[in-house]
């Protein structure tokens, strides 16, 4: 199966600033079938991007997705105070489907 | 609107048996895959299985091959997920999703607590 590490662990950063976060695939993700989620505390996961770059519906411009083969990138273009949560990364380009470990974006 | 409806928390004994349920409604229930996520205490998003209500056809996640059995009963509109025996190691939340690969739409997760 394939297995999905994102860096960093931890961002801290403040309301406004630029958030970067990344996943790498231990083997090239068929089709960019590469999906982002968020999750705060006490609430079910959100998809933020599928098809690697695709916004989901309602899900407000500065979040985008990048990458192919096996590099992946969320960019969160300004950071709003609701943006504070667990980012996951998730491939479904093959069976299973698997997420990354997570990247918690923290208040600095 | 479309949404999936989770039943309520579980406190079951090791070596008890459970079945929890994930209802949708607001779209044809038939037409999507069906997909249960695990969430262990503190931890990250586990891919355990799918399954098309449509012709229940169903994939397992190797590491819950043989451990769960996912099912789904289309004339109700509604997915489970089931245990013959639990572990304390099944301490989790528990989460179905619409999936078309990714999850777009998510119930509100299931607790389930192992304890003796």
């Known amino acids: 199966e394939i297995v999905l590490t994102q860096s960093p662990g931890t961002l801290s950063l403040s309301p406004g600033e630029r958030a970067t976060l990344s996943c790498r695939a231990s083997q090239s993700v068929g089709s960019s079938y590469l999906a982002w989620y968020h999750q705060k505390p006490g609430q079910a996961p959100r998809l933020l991007i599928y098809g690697a770059s695709s916004r989901a519906t309602g899900i407000p411009d500065r979040f985008s997705g990048s990458g192919s083969g096996t590099d992946f990138t969320l960019t969160i273009s300004r950071l709003e105070p609701e943006d504070f949560a667990v980012y996951y990364c998730q491939q479904y380009g093959s069976s299973p489907g698997t997420f990354g470990q997570g990247t918690k974006v923290e208040i600095k | 609107e479309m949404q999936l409806v989770q039943s309520g928390a579980e406190v079951k004994k090791p070596g008890e048996s459970l079945k929890i349920s994930c209802k949708g409604s607001?779209?044809?229930?038939?037409?999507?895959?069906i997909g249960w996520v695990r969430q262990m205490p503190g931890k990250g998003l586990e891919w355990m299985g799918i399954?098309?209500?449509?012709?229940?056809?169903?994939r397992y996640s190797p590491s819950f091959q043989g451990q769960v059995i996912i099912s789904a009963d289309k004339s109700i509109s509604t997915a489970y997920l089931q245990w013959s025996s639990l572990k304390a190691s099944d301490t989790a939340m528990y989460y179905c999703?619409?999936?078309?690969?990714?999850?777009?739409?998510w119930g509100q997760g299931t607790m389930v607590t192992v304890s003796s």
């Open positions: 607001g779209y044809s229930f038939t037409s999507y895959w």
């Open positions: 999703a619409v999936t078309h690969g990714a999850f777009d739409m």
């Open positions: 399954i098309y209500p449509g012709d229940s056809d169903t």
